[in-house]
């Protein structure tokens, strides 16, 4: 597999996990910074002060030699080195990149005075360059929550690299221990994705109706791995992620002879994966699942994660359940069968993830965009798209798989007037439509709350329309979309967790106050 290296913000406790997770694995042990330091024979705050541009050349050359070590070190790696052009891509290129997350407060707390130069620095700037460095480490294979004692996320980190060398090396990887699961993105066969990823067993295969062409080649790419399964099928559309739908579907599986040791694998969308998923989790008190997404939707978000969920009257996945799938397989010539309006929707959520991470994702899916209103096959810079796109998200679900550090609550980004947009329209709009409504409202409320900048609702409105997306707010600033966000899932009290942007690659939660949002919302 080789190398495994160790990426954050300084004070997460690379350098001690790195010691611990290579002890554990019988691999050496190597901290970047000591070993530059070593070689020049001058320490790291003295190479800093002395000559920074110099410091940097010579990390990029020591982290070189280190990429190319034959006998795969765990590796501790300074906090701005990934951030320098070159490092991160050279590192994920040679092995395994896992970035230890921490809190700001609880890194500043282990960093001993005058040993990180750059961090002696007036706090609104040491804050500064933690929020600008973070979108860079979300972009690793996997991260871990390093803000724990060391022993506990080296062991974390130990079961991670044993998941990721039984399980087709580094990829994007939702690190949760002993339940961490790959999304495998390729647009090769089929067949060859499911046998790198999957091994034998038996279940059933729950499809969208729509994708009734599709299933010959889903069951034999699963029996190439030894998977026998019963075809499912589940008609399309949100009216069946409903308490009808959830029934009938959990009566088939019962009726086709599924036990505990069963799973199900999903075979299509958001609506098929939050079903299927939510079946998952309750039959047998809960059964395997695996996702093979067919949708931009499903593949970057939706099917990464772990929730699950149907509609009730109140609103859109009210009644639903965390639970991790073993899998989730993405392949891309799926999407070439999606019709024109689906594939424009799906851009709804790769500009949601291209605000979170900044510039480089945003100048990424601008480029793929025409593909949208084609009837071509995706473009191979497509899975480079999607990868980052699901990347960011398993990171962020990795470090808060249930929503309560406010880390995963990022992804809501568009969603929270989206959620009370789509649901007011009786699901008549697609996801990412309402989530592209979501995101105009989101850069005009950061606006009112003086935390964006001046141009940000424009640029999105031009971005999302250049991609055929709806951006007008006007309609849907009604009484019943306001009801809608009054009931959010993830109101606290008299207000909504919202997820504002400052800018790309600038985003944070606040809260809003639900009475506000008639204001807010104004042109």
């Given amino acids: 597999m080789g190398p495994v290296f160790l990426i954050g913000f300084p004070g997460a406790g690379k350098s001690t996990v790195a010691r611990l997770a290579a002890a554990a694995l019988g691999r050496r042990a190597v901290d970047l910074d000591d070993a530059i330091a070593a070689a020049a024979g001058r320490t790291v705050p003295e190479l800093v002060a002395a000559d920074l541009a110099d410091f940097r050349r010579r990390e990029a050359a020591a982290l070189a030699e280190v990429a190319a070590a034959v006998?795969?070190?765990?590796?501790?790696?300074?906090?701005?080195?990934?951030?320098e052009p070159g490092n991160l891509a050279r590192m994920m290129a040679a092995g395994l990149v896992v970035a230890l997350d921490v809190d700001l407060d609880v890194a500043l707390?282990?960093?001993?005075?005058?040993?990180?130069?750059?961090?002696?620095?007036?706090?609104?700037?040491?804050?500064?360059?933690?929020?600008?460095?973070?979108?860079?480490?979300?972009?690793?294979?996997?991260?871990?929550?390093?803000?724990?004692?060391?022993?506990?996320?080296?062991?974390?980190?130990?079961?991670?690299?044993?998941?990721?060398?039984?399980?087709?090396g580094p990829r994007p990887w939702v690190a949760l221990g002993d339940r961490s699961y790959p999304i495998a993105i390729g647009d090769g066969a089929l067949a060859d994705l499911v046998t790198a990823h999957l091994g034998p067993g038996r279940g059933a295969l729950v499809f969208d109706r729509n994708l009734a062409p599709h299933v010959e080649a889903a069951v034999a790419a699963l029996a190439a791995a030894g998977i026998?399964?019963?075809?499912?099928?589940?008609?399309?559309?949100?009216?069946?992620?409903?308490?009808?739908?959830?029934?009938?579907?959990?009566?088939?599986?019962?009726?086709?002879?599924?036990?505990?040791?069963?799973?199900?694998?999903?075979?299509?969308?958001?609506?098929?994966?939050d079903l299927a998923g939510f079946v998952a989790a309750t039959l047998f008190r809960g059964v395997d699942v695996v996702h093979l997404p067919t949708t931009v939707v499903a593949m970057t978000d939706s099917?990464?994660?772990?929730?699950?969920?149907?509609?009730?009257?109140?609103?859109?996945?009210?009644?639903?359940?965390?639970?991790?799938?073993?899998?989730?397989?993405?392949?891309?010539?799926?999407?070439?069968?999606?019709?024109?309006?689906?594939?424009?929707?799906?851009?709804?959520?790769?500009?949601?993830?291209?605000?979170?991470?900044?510039?480089?994702?945003?100048?990424?899916?601008?480029?793929?965009?025409?593909?949208?209103?084609?009837?071509?096959?995706?473009?191979p810079a497509l899975t480079a798209v999607i990868t980052a796109a699901a990347t960011l998200k398993a990171n962020l679900v990795s470090v808060d798989e249930r929503e309560r550090t406010g880390r995963r609550a990022l992804l809501n980004l568009g969603h929270t007037v989206g959620h009370a947009i789509e649901a007011a329209a009786d699901w008549r709009l697609l996801h990412g439509e309402a989530v592209a409504l979501g995101l105009v409202a989101m850069a005009r409320i950061s606006a009112r709350l003086g935390l964006a900048e001046a141009d940000l609702e424009p640029r999105v409105v031009a971005a999302l329309a250049a991609t055929g997306l709806p951006t007008d707010l006007e309609p849907w600033r009604r009484p019943e979309v306001l009801a809608r966000i009054a009931v959010d899932k993830k109101r606290h009290g008299a207000a909504v967790?919202?997820?504002?942007?400052?800018?790309?690659?600038?985003?944070?939660?606040?809260?809003?106050?639900?009475?506000?949002f008639a204001d807010l919302l104004r042109p």
């Fill in 109 to 168: 707390a282990r960093i001993a005075p005058g040993s990180r130069p750059l961090l002696d620095r007036p706090r609104a700037e040491v804050e500064a360059r933690y929020a600008a460095r973070a979108p860079v480490y979300r972009r690793a294979h996997a991260t871990v929550a390093g803000g724990r004692d060391a022993a506990t996320t080296a062991a974390e980190l130990v079961a991670l690299i044993a998941r990721v060398e039984a399980g087709g």
């Fill in 303 to 379: 099917a990464i994660g772990g929730k699950t969920a149907i509609d009730v009257a109140a609103g859109k996945n009210l009644l639903g359940a965390f639970h991790q799938p073993r899998a989730v397989i993405a392949h891309l010539p799926h999407l070439a069968t999606l019709p024109p309006r689906e594939r424009v929707a799906g851009f709804g959520e790769l500009w949601k993830y291209a605000l979170l991470d900044g510039e480089p994702l945003l100048a990424a899916v601008e480029a793929v965009a025409p593909w949208a209103a084609t009837t071509a096959p995706p473009p």
């Fill in 497 to 516: 967790r919202f997820v504002a942007c400052a800018g790309p690659g600038a985003c944070r939660v606040v809260e809003v106050p639900v009475a506000g």
């Fill in 71 to 83: 006998d795969a070190p765990v590796v501790a790696v300074g906090g701005g080195a990934p951030v």
């Fill in 228 to 273: 026998t399964v019963e075809p499912i099928a589940v008609e399309p559309g949100e009216a069946s992620k409903s308490l009808a739908g959830y029934g009938a579907l959990a009566e088939a599986l019962i009726a086709r002879g599924l036990d505990r040791g069963s799973t199900i694998y999903a075979l299509g969308g958001g609506v098929i994966g």
